[in-house]
C-alpha cells in the first residue's frame, strides 16, 4: 500500500501542488521561499504581471512572489484539493513531494536583516517603538551591536505579534516532518541536488524544462563571526530547540562561523539605500491604499450618467508618441525577464553625445528615436537616457547568435533565442518606452511607417557595407524626412580580408559621405558617431582616402548643375 501524503494531519495551507507535473513543495519561509515560488509559478505557467500589480509594500518584484494565494490561478494548496484527489498524491505513485530547511542562526540572521535592518515598511508601522529595533547603521559595529539587543531580547519569542509571524516560527511546525511523507526534506545548502532531482523527476514524465531560480531576497550585509558568538549562538540554537532536535546533525556550527565573512563599510551604506527605499515604497503603498479606499467609496455611490462627449480613441493613450502604442502592442514583452541576474553588455558606442545634443534641440519633449541595429542594446540605453524619449529597437536577434565579441556571454552560444532573450532581460524595467522590433532593416523602417510612427531621430548602426548603409539612409530620407539621420561607424575598419568588406577601409564614412555629398549635407562627427545635418552644405574630408576621389567628382557635377 502506497505511504499516504498525509499522517492524521490538516493539509497544510503553506503548500504548492503542481498536479501535471506531479510535484507538492511545502514552503518554510527564510529558507529559498521566493525562489521556490518563482520556479513553481513559471513551470505552471502563472502569469507573472499579476504577481508585479501587487500593490503591498513589496520591497522588489521578486517579493511581489509572496502576494496572497487567490492571485495564483494554476497552482492550488492542498487545503484545496478533495479527499480524493489527496487520496492519489503519494510519493509511491511517483508525486515529488519536499521542503528545503536552514540552519536556525542564518535564517534568523536573513529574517532579521530583511525585516529590520532594512526597516520593511509593515514592520516599522508595528515595532519601531520597541527597544530591540535595530538604528540605520553607519558603522559595521552598529549592525553587530543591534542584532546581539535583538537576539539578546528574543521577541520572537515574547512578543504578541512577533511570535506569530512565520518569518521567526520554527520550521519543524512550517514543515511538519512527522505529519508529511516527503521524498527528501533538503537542506539550503542542497539547492543543486535538489535543482537535479526535479530535473530527474521531470524527465521521468517527459516534461523536463529549464527551472527559473532567481535569487530574489539576498541579504544586504554578510553574516560576520561575531553575530554568531558563543552566548549568541547558544540562545539562537535554545530558542530554535526543536529544529535543532530535528536536523541539527546537518548543521556544523563551527563551519557554519566558517563562512561568515567581515561587515564592510560599502554593504553599511547599501542598508542605509535600502532604508531610503523602503520609506518611499511605504509612501507609496499608503497613498494606494488610501486611492483604493476613495475608490471603493466611489462605487458604492448611484452610478452617473454616461458623458455625452466622444472619448479619445484607445491609440491616443496620454503621453505616447502616435504609432507607438500600436507597435508596443503589436510586439509585446513577455510577463518576466529570461535572464535578469545576467548584467548587460553591448558594443561602446563613442561620441553618442552627438545624438543627445540633437535630441535636445528638438521642441518636443518626448523625441521618438529608431535604434537600427540594436544588438545588446548599448545604443539602446543611450537613447532611452535621453530624458522623455521613446524608443524602437529594430535588430534580427539571430536565433543562432554566437557571442564572441563578449567573453560574459559565451555560455549562450547555441542557446536558442538567447539575443533577444538578454537584450529583453537588460532593458525590461524600460519596456513602457521601448519596442523590441525583431526584424532586417530596412523591413523594420517600413513596419514603423506602417503604423504610423514619425520618429524625429533614426540612428543607424546595422549592416556596415557600404552598399547596405547607402540602402538605410536613402529608404530613412524617403520614409521619414523630418528624421535627424544618424549614427555609428564612422572611423570603424573592418578586419583585412573579410569578404564583404574587400578594398574598402571605412565602408560606413564613404557611404555617409557619398550620400550627403551628392544631396550637398554636411556631415557632423563625433569620434565613432555621425549625424548629417540638411541646413548646412557639405564639408569635403580634410583627410585623403576611399572615397575621396568621388566625394570631388560628386561636388563638381552638383556645381554644374546649378
Not at 157 to 183: I, M, S
Request: aromatic share 10%.
Amino acid at each position: 500500500m502506497p505511504a499516504p501524503l498525509l499522517n492524521d494531519i490538516a493539509p497544510p495551507p503553506n503548500s504548492f501542488v503542481l498536479p501535471k507535473q506531479r510535484i507538492v513543495c511545502i514552503q518554510v519561509t527564510k529558507a529559498a521561499s521566493s525562489s521556490l515560488r518563482w520556479m513553481i509559478a513559471d513551470m505552471a505557467g502563472e502569469d507573472f504581471d499579476r504577481f508585479y500589480r501587487a500593490s503591498g509594500a513589496h520591497q522588489s518584484r521578486y517579493m511581489t512572489i509572496h502576494t496572497p494565494r487567490e492571485v495564483w490561478q494554476h497552482v492550488p494548496h492542498l487545503p484545496n484539493l478533495s479527499p480524493d484527489e489527496l487520496a492519489e498524491i503519494s510519493r509511491d505513485n511517483g508525486w515529488f513531494i519536499f521542503t528545503v530547511v536552514r540552519d536556525p542562526w542564518t535564517r534568523l540572521w536573513s529574517a532579521w536583516q530583511s525585516k529590520f535592518l532594512v526597516q520593511h515598511t509593515p514592520y516599522v508601522r508595528e515595532y519601531r517603538d520597541q527597544p530591540w529595533f535595530p538604528r540605520v547603521p553607519s558603522t559595521p559595529a552598529d549592525v553587530v551591536d543591534d542584532w546581539a539587543t535583538f537576539v539578546a531580547a528574543q521577541p520572537w519569542v515574547t512578543h504578541r505579534l512577533l511570535k506569530a509571524d512565520q518569518h521567526f516560527q520554527t520550521q519543524f511546525g512550517a514543515a511538519r516532518p512527522r505529519g508529511v511523507n516527503y521524498t527528501r526534506i533538503y537542506d539550503l545548502t542542497e539547492m543543486a541536488v535538489l535543482e537535479s532531482d526535479i530535473h530527474a523527476h521531470l524527465s521521468r514524465l517527459g516534461l523536463d524544462q529549464e527551472l527559473y531560480l532567481p535569487r530574489a531576497n539576498e541579504n544586504p550585509v554578510p553574516m560576520p563571526a561575531e553575530a554568531l558568538d558563543t552566548e549568541l549562538a547558544e540562545s539562537i540554537r535554545a530558542s530554535y530547540e526543536a529544529d535543532v532536535a530535528e536536523w541539527g546533525d546537518r548543521w556544523d556550527l563551527e563551519e557554519i562561523r566558517g563562512r561568515c565573512r567581515p561587515i564592510s563599510i560599502e554593504s553599511v551604506r547599501g542598508v542605509e539605500r535600502l532604508v531610503i527605499a523602503n520609506q518611499r515604497i511605504g509612501d507609496l503603498s499608503r497613498e494606494l491604499k488610501s486611492a483604493e479606499q476613495r475608490v471603493a467609496k466611489l462605487e458604492r455611490r448611484p452610478p452617473v450618467a454616461a458623458p455625452t462627449k466622444p472619448q479619445p480613441p484607445r491609440a491616443a493613450e496620454a503621453g505616447v508618441p502616435a504609432g507607438f502604442a500600436e507597435l508596443r502592442r503589436k510586439y509585446r514583452w513577455p510577463s518576466r525577464p529570461r535572464y535578469p541576474e545576467v548584467e548587460p553588455a553591448g558594443r561602446p558606442t563613442r561620441g553618442f553625445e552627438l545624438v543627445a545634443e540633437a535630441a535636445a534641440a528638438l521642441s518636443t519633449a518626448h523625441p521618438v528615436i529608431l535604434d537600427i541595429g540594436a544588438e545588446l542594446g548599448e545604443s539602446t540605453r543611450q537613447c532611452l537616457a535621453i530624458p522623455g524619449s521613446y524608443v524602437v529597437s529594430i535588430d534580427p536577434w539571430k536565433a543562432d547568435q554566437t557571442f564572441e565579441p563578449w567573453p560574459v556571454l559565451t555560455e549562450f552560444t547555441g542557446v536558442r533565442n538567447a539575443a533577444l532573450d538578454l537584450f529583453q532581460s537588460f532593458h525590461f524595467e524600460h519596456r513602457a518606452r521601448l519596442v523590441a522590433l525583431r526584424d532586417y532593416s530596412p523591413r523594420g523602417l517600413v513596419r514603423v511607417h506602417k503604423a504610423g510612427l514619425r520618429p524625429d531621430i533614426v540612428y543607424l548602426d546595422g549592416d556596415r557595407r557600404t552598399d547596405a548603409v547607402l540602402r538605410d539612409i536613402t529608404v530613412t530620407a524617403a520614409l521619414f524626412p523630418r528624421a535627424i539621420i544618424c549614427g555609428a561607424g564612422w572611423i570603424w575598419r573592418p578586419k583585412r580580408n573579410v569578404q564583404n568588406y574587400r578594398g574598402v577601409e571605412q565602408p560606413v564614412r564613404a557611404a555617409v559621405s557619398q550620400w550627403a555629398s551628392f544631396r550637398d549635407h554636411f556631415v557632423d562627427t563625433r569620434e565613432n558617431t555621425w549625424r548629417i545635418d540638411p541646413s548646412r552644405k557639405f564639408n569635403l574630408p580634410d583627410e585623403a582616402g576611399e572615397g575621396a576621389t568621388y566625394h570631388a567628382d560628386a561636388r563638381q557635377s552638383l556645381n554644374r548643375d546649378r
